[in-house]
């Protein structure tokens, strides 16, 4: 595992953004999995900017997102589909068939969580992983207790959860309380994972899955066992990190990191 810290928001975000565009032009056919929520709003602009103004092209492009509410239609505006079509899809030059999340109005969700997995496999596995975390450090909807070895499937949320998304929608009522996930052990699979975190709320939970134990409590923290796994913070994530001055060194040394050190 690797830990970036940046001076902001946009500059963390800004980081990630050149990571995702690097993969993309290397590779033009990636498997990205995605990621939803407020702090990759910010990401996915700087993309649609960057396919825009510099011909970032995700015309070969698959995409598996991380997850999708059960119950909710895909023209809801609470419904993953549609954010990831508003915040991204809308705005760049990918195939909306080769645009993928698991499917919440399926009449069996065991059968279709088996099929999103199937899929996934079938498209040749997940290149790059983007990750976000929640409080509680669930990632995906992998809450607290959730198995290491996980598979895609579905979830009851948890009240903390549920009371942090509902205030995305209109209409709070309208937060269902089950979601389809893909799993921990699904994450662990993809070639290269990438986890985005910015505010001071993140701080503690982000200390926790880098430095502290690996638990099915915080299952963020099962991103210590992966062969390829960065996690970019900014400097008020940072806060409550032991071995700041460590993370700092290696980003300013690593000639791994060269190319990267301008994305402000």
Request: proline fraction near 2%; hydrophobic fraction near 50%.
């Given at each position: 595992m690797e830990l970036v810290i940046r001076p902001d928001t946009e500059a963390a975000c800004n980081l990630v953004a050149a990571i995702i565009a690097k993969a993309v032009r290397e590779k033009p056919d990636l498997v990205l999995g995605l990621a939803t929520g407020r702090t990759m709003e910010r990401l996915y602009a700087r993309l649609a900017a960057m396919h825009r103004d510099e011909g970032l092209d995700f015309s070969r492009c698959r995409t598996f997102n991380l997850d999708e509410y059960i119950g909710l239609p895909v023209e809801h505006p609470g419904s993953y589909r549609y954010y990831m079509n508003r915040h991204l899809f809308n705005h760049i030059n990918i195939d909306p068939a080769n645009?993928?999340?698991?499917?919440?109005?399926?009449?069996d969700i065991k059968?279709?969580?088996?099929?999103?997995?199937?899929?996934?496999?079938?498209?040749?596995?997940?290149?790059?992983?983007?990750?976000?975390?929640?409080?509680?450090?669930?990632?995906?909807?992998n809450e607290p207790l959730s198995g290491l070895k996980s598979r895609t499937r579905d979830?009851?949320?948890a009240e903390p959860t549920i009371n942090v998304n509902r205030t995305l929608f209109t209409n709070p009522n309208d937060m269902p309380r089950r979601a389809i996930t893909m799993g921990v052990g699904t994450i662990l699979d993809a070639r290269s994972?990438?986890?985005?975190a910015t505010g001071k709320s993140k701080a503690d939970i982000i200390a926790k899955a880098v430095e502290g134990p690996i638990t099915s409590m915080v299952t963020a923290s099962a991103l210590q066992l992966h062969q390829q796994c960065r996690v970019v913070v900014d400097e008020d994530a940072a806060t409550e990190l032991q071995h700041q001055d460590y993370y700092r060194w290696i980003f300013d040394h690593d000639p791994d990191w060269d190319e990267y050190r301008t994305a402000k």
């Open positions: 645009t993928f999340l698991p499917d919440g109005m399926a009449a059968v279709g969580c088996a099929a999103y997995e199937k899929k996934i496999v079938e498209s040749g596995g997940i290149d790059l992983q983007l990750l976000g975390i929640g409080a509680d450090g669930h990632i995906g909807f979830k009851t949320l994972v990438i986890l985005l």
